[in-house]
């Protein structure tokens, strides 16, 4: 679920994790003011992608290895 912010009009900020089906419920701050949902950055995670995760491919233990000194002789013939 994601993560809203919200503030009030007397400068009051909130965080809450809300279903998406609940976001545009009005939330309410201590003051009785209803407070003001903010436009935030969304969050998220940015996982390896291209050489690098090759790279951690042929790098790795994994049963069935080998896949590094294929690599290294298919590099070494300029394939």
Known sequence: ???????????????????????????????GNVMQRKMSVPHFVM????????????NSNVVGGGRKEWAENIAAQGL
């Open 47 to 58: 996982k390896q992608t291209g050489r690098g995760m090759a790279l951690d491919t042929l």
């Open 1 to 31: 679920m994601p993560v809203y912010e919200f503030i009030c009009e007397c400068k009051r900020k909130k965080e809450a994790i809300l279903p998406f089906s609940e976001a545009d419920k009005p939330q309410v701050c201590k003051c």
